[in-house]
């Protein structure tokens, strides 16, 4: 078992909590990163907050960012969420909801963190499958990131610190994301997933996200705690 | 001359503002983006706004960013700025002022916006020489950050947007970066350097970025026009 810190990048979905309790059954001590950019709810801050500590993360930041005043997403913006799509119609385009530049943004300020506190790790629930429409969650992108990395900190160019990216979940379907994290006693009853929640936090069913998750659960063959939690059974 | 767009990173310092002026008289439509990122003094972001005007950006953005939060620099904490170093001495470590992933994150922020407006372009005014003890000023790092960038975004891996990295000054002394400028008819008195001011805003004289500016103007054999302004002379 290891003993090293590493940064976690922890949105409140299945994929980032998966990957929480895959770090955290290697030993490593957590340092769990989440941000608020603009997205249209809190409730997935609330999950990560919980996610974190489940897995007794040393330290929860929670960052603003101006991605509002950039633009371009309809995560951050007014533009229109898509809704009641066919699951075969997700990951063929790259849909309103991608954010410029967002894993640049968020892995730039782990790594910044991972330097201050001397982690070599920083964990990301990138997926390469289900979510194959977003550029920046493919195996090139990541493997570009951490070579960059490695030339921009005194740690690492002064050699005392060596970053690793690591995502474990890249090329698993959401299926096999939730089987892992059942696996590893993961509770996804904390975990949030949708885009666009109705007001009081419940999801909207027919988002993407909110889609990739339904059918995750269906094809791992168990509910979604998530909803069986709600529904009060 | 081009008419492209170029995002340009500006501090409001002698680099950015010098290479404001370059990529204006290259004809791009200037898009200018500033951080409001914990740092002591908020004099150099009224000195981004004029040299933005002066250079007729199309918009000027400044963004608020919580590095404070994370650390690890005498900029965004109360960390002591070094004071009265002999110029020998600066560049040969790095000195306490690095601000971890500095650069990543506003390159990255700038990629964003890049995407976001069509821009193929980014300028920043890193330089390897008079600072040569931060990382994310060198050529391996700016080449990686290039090479990333390409594979981030969703119009990158389509195929639609070319990102380029631009440095112009990486590779002039300070006093080389002041005689470009004075060649484009820059107006340093527009400019802010300090990294302590006194409260009205007068620089400390003693900080590396002060001795680095008169260094430079001592040998472009010119004198400093923000001294020559605020002496009255």
Redo the contacts between chains.
Sequence with gaps: MSSSKAVVLCSGGIDSTTVMAIAYHQGYDLYSLSFRYGQRHAIELEAAAQVSARYHARQH?V?????A????SALTTSLSIPKGRAYSAIGTD?PPT????????FL??A???A??IGAQDIFIGANAVDYSGY??C?E??LA??E???N????A???GSLRIHIRAPLLNLSKAQIIATGISYGVDYALTHSCYDPLPDGVPCGRCDSCILRAKGFQEAGIPDPALVKRSGV
Excluded: C, Q
């Design positions: 930041l960052l603003d960012l101006p991605l005043h950039i633009g371009g790259i991608y954010v410029p530049a967002r894993n640049t943004i730039s300020f790594l910044a963190w330097e201050v550029p920046d493919r090139e992108y570009a990131f070579h960059m990395a030339h921009a900190l005194k690492t160019v002064e």
